[in-house]
């Protein structure tokens, strides 16, 4: 599992990981793996700050890229949770945590 480390507001951030299940790699092709970030913990997802969609393949694989559009984020303290939803309707937690969205310099 690949956790959402600190990030720089208006930048790039990628990260990735796996999704295990009773120690093996589900094909997860076709299901949703969301990543919610939140600025109070108790928000309802629709008042999250940023809800994406990872890119999905076999053996479990699941990659985020978060564009400077997406990290146009208030500098501060936030939560985010990573969800796997399957194609069914399954929804399992993989992880969530806090992380900062720091403040980037900038000649403008």
Do not use: C
Not at 36 to 45: A, E, R, T
């Amino acid at each position: 599992m690949a956790s959402l480390t600190d990030f720089f507001e208006n930048s790039t951030k990628s990260f990735s990981g796996v999704v295990e299940q009773g120690g093996s790699n589900p094909d997860i092709t076709g299901d949703t793996v969301r990543l919610l970030i939140k600025k109070y913990k108790n928000d309802s997802d629709g008042d999250a700050v940023l809800s994406k969609d990872a890119s999905t393949a076999a053996a479990g694989v699941f990659s985020f890229l978060l564009t400077p559009t997406d990290t146009t984020i208030e500098p501060g303290e936030y939560h985010y949770l990573i969800e796997w939803i399957t194609a069914g309707g399954n929804e399992y937690p993989l992880e969530q945590d806090t992380f900062t969205v720091k403040n980037k310099l900038s000649d403008n």
